[in-house]
């Protein structure tokens, strides 16, 4: 019985130890992945710093700075010229960036007459904010700088546009079919969590087997099933049209995601468009003329 006993006890400590090493490699994943100081963050800010050095962000020198509060009571800010129109561009920008970024972007609205706003996203730039998922939390966030810009204006009509994970958050938010937003552009975003993120780790075989305990860590601690995130679901039950941009050698999101999001609307609301030599979300820089070119396509389509 004492045998017993020991060995119970033992079997009882091997079990709180091996649950332990699990709890604390799922944190150590989830830190370098969703956090503002994890390593993913800090490299893709990185690189966004680099990009930053050929960009003249002077023209948000004239931009006016707002504030709304999310529902974790988190400071978001966002920044915003009214050049007296009742059209409206949402400039929605990547992982480990800011709005500052978005200045690329801006002319093709701004030389049409639209109002501009570019928001930093949670966790980025100005916002507060130290987990970053690119999931529920940034849709709730862009449905509410779209709530405050109705209240300033209710009759705006409101062009959502994405670019990488600022993509998906746009993707991700045109399910909901809020008022006033007539059109959406998402460049170079993924379609499922899941499968953006099983096929990161599969492209670092040593890192492959613990994906699956991440997936686990997140849905039990953190109560967040990464498979939920997905910008089909939403895209799905989009009623408005919507341009999907994809570069053609994009390296970190595959091709194919922007067809599978293109193919989920019916073929009259839905357009891609495929940067020829194109790598992630470089179509703007690389190929401007083009670019802006079947931007202005799209919007003037649908007389925007």
Same mark, same amino acid.
């Given at each position: 019985?004492?045998?017993?006993?020991?060995?119970?006890?033992?079997?009882?400590?091997?079990?709180?130890?091996?649950?332990?090493?699990?709890?604390?490699?799922?944190?150590?994943?989830?830190?370098?992945?969703?956090?503002?100081?994890?390593?993913?963050?800090?490299?893709?800010?990185?690189?966004?710093?680099?990009r930053?050095?050929?960009?003249?962000?002077?023209?948000?020198?004239?931009?006016?700075?707002?504030?709304?509060?999310?529902?974790?009571?988190?400071?978001?800010?966002?920044?915003?010229?009214?050049?007296?129109?009742?059209?409206?561009?949402?400039?929605v920008?990547?992982?480990?960036?800011?709005h500052?970024? @978005?200045?690329?972007?801006?002319?093709?609205?701004?030389?049409?007459?639209?109002?501009?706003?570019?928001?930093?996203?949670?966790?980025?730039?100005?916002?507060?904010?130290?987990?970053?998922?690119?999931?529920?939390?940034?849709k709730?966030?862009?449905?509410?700088?779209?709530?405050?810009?109705?209240?300033?204006?209710?009759?705006?009509?409101?062009?959502?546009?994405?670019v990488?994970?600022?993509?998906?958050?746009?993707?991700?938010?045109v399910?909901?079919?809020?008022?006033?937003?007539?059109?959406?552009?998402?460049?170079?975003?993924?379609?499922?969590a899941?499968?953006?993120?099983?096929?990161?780790?599969?492209?670092?075989?040593?890192?492959?087997?613990?994906?699956?305990?991440?997936?686990?860590? @997140?849905?039990?601690?953190?109560?967040?099933?990464?498979?939920?995130?997905?910008?089909?679901?939403?895209?799905?039950?989009?009623?408005?049209?919507?341009?999907?941009?994809?570069?053609?050698?994009?390296?970190?999101?595959?091709?194919?995601?922007?067809?599978?999001?293109?193919?989920?609307?019916?073929?009259?609301?839905s357009?891609?468009?495929?940067?020829?030599?194109?790598?992630?979300?470089?179509?703007?820089?690389?190929?401007?003329?083009?670019?802006?070119?079947?931007?202005?396509?799209?919007?003037?389509?649908?007389?925007?």
């Amino acid at each position: 019985m004492k045998i017993f006993l020991i060995i119970l006890l033992i079997l009882m400590i091997l079990m709180l130890v091996l649950f332990s090493l699990y709890l604390l490699c799922g944190q150590l994943i989830f830190h370098a992945l969703f956090t503002k100081k994890g390593r993913a963050y800090k490299k893709s800010y990185n690189k966004y710093k680099e990009r930053l050095k050929y960009i003249d962000t002077s023209i948000f020198n004239d931009y006016k700075k707002l504030e709304i509060e999310s529902w974790d009571k988190l400071k978001l800010y966002g920044f915003y010229k009214d050049n007296n129109s009742d059209k409206l561009a949402i400039l929605v920008h990547g992982f480990g960036s800011s709005h500052l970024e @978005m200045a690329n972007y801006i002319p093709l609205f701004e030389k049409h007459g639209y109002d501009v706003l570019a928001p930093d996203n949670r966790g980025h730039g100005e916002s507060q904010g130290y987990s970053i998922l690119i999931g529920e939390d940034e849709k709730e966030d862009l449905l509410l700088w779209i709530t405050k810009m109705i209240e300033l204006k209710p009759n705006i009509k409101i062009v959502l546009y994405g670019v990488s994970a600022g993509g998906t958050i746009v993707a991700l938010t045109v399910g909901e079919n809020y008022k006033n937003v007539v059109l959406a552009i998402e460049d170079s975003g993924f379609d499922n969590a899941d499968k953006m993120l099983r096929y990161l780790f599969s492209k670092k075989y040593m890192l492959k087997p613990f994906y699956k305990l991440l997936l686990n860590y @997140m849905k039990k601690t953190k109560l967040i099933d990464l498979r939920k995130i997905d910008a089909i679901a939403s895209i799905k039950k989009c009623k408005i049209p919507m341009l999907f941009i994809h570069g053609e050698k994009d390296s970190l999101v595959p091709i194919e995601m922007a067809y599978n999001m293109h193919s989920q609307l019916p073929e009259q609301r839905s357009t891609l468009f495929i940067v020829s030599e194109c790598e992630h979300a470089s179509g703007i820089t690389e190929k401007t003329k083009i670019y802006e070119n079947e931007v202005r396509k799209f919007l003037s389509k649908y007389y925007m």
